[in-house]
């Protein structure tokens, strides 16, 4: 395997790697990501309204069944104080029935307070349903549009990764070694080209003794930067 192959080699896998990073900043990835965030949130206000209505529907079965509990207890004062004759009973019972009408009022408010709090929930509730179908479809829209830009990326990799293994098929163990050694030493880039007088990789100018150096092994041997230790291709 030649010099150039390694840089060959290089450019695919550097291909492949932009390729993982388009993959993350796709204009259809964020689109649908936003989407999804709207449709999301729409989904959790949607929840606290109706827990807001819930809530008040507790409220006001509490203050249903304690006023039903009161009228009974009413009731039964009501039939009482028509069969007393003595003034001091007489006044005690007409004394709690008018603590229980106090009572029923105060739930009568707590209950008309629930009812309107359950109302205001039920039309915020139907104000964020109306906004749902759009949300959902733009959602489908830009899944769509995400679906087809990345069917393109797999298209542009599945090229790359046949290239790949057409190179790596003529590569040694001992290539494929150093190849693999200075991809990771030197965080994907292990190899650059010799671009006049500077490294490609570290973009170091080199000198006359550098550039003479890095000349000296025959064409298509492996020569090294001088600066930076990258496998240099001249």
Excluded: W
């Excluded at 450019?11 to 796709?26: E, G, H, Y």
């Excluded at 009228?71 to 004062?77: A, D, E, F, M, W």
């Amino acid at each position: 395997m030649t010099a150039h192959d390694f840089l060959q080699l290089q450019a695919v896998d550097t291909a492949l790697d932009a390729i993982t990073n388009r993959r993350l900043r796709l204009p259809e990835l964020l689109a649908h990501e936003g989407d999804k965030a709207g449709l999301e949130a729409i989904e959790a206000a949607m929840a606290a309204a109706q827990a807001r209505i819930d809530a008040a529907q507790l409220a006001i079965e509490a203050a249903e069944h304690a006023n039903h509990e009161l009228t009974t207890k009413r009731t039964r004062l009501e039939a009482q104080l028509k069969t007393v004759i003595a003034t001091r009973e007489a006044e005690a019972l007409i004394s709690q029935i008018a603590t229980i009408n106090g009572q029923r009022g105060e739930l009568d408010d707590r209950e008309l307070a629930a009812l309107d709090e359950q109302a205001a929930g039920e039309s915020e509730l139907a104000a964020l349903q109306a906004k749902v179908p759009a949300l959902r479809a733009a959602c489908d829209l830009t899944g769509a549009a995400l679906a087809d830009a990345l069917a393109a990326l797999e298209v542009e990799v599945a090229g790359l990764r046949a290239e790949r293994e057409g190179l790596v098929a003529t590569m040694s163990a001992a290539d494929l070694a150093t190849y693999a050694h200075a991809r990771k030493q030197f965080h994907g880039v292990g190899v650059a080209h010799l671009e006049g007088s500077h490294c490609s990789g570290c973009h170091m100018d080199l000198s006359p003794a550098e550039l003479d150096q890095v000349k000296a092994p025959p064409a298509g041997a492996l020569s090294e930067c001088p600066q930076c230790g990258r496998i240099l291709v001249r």
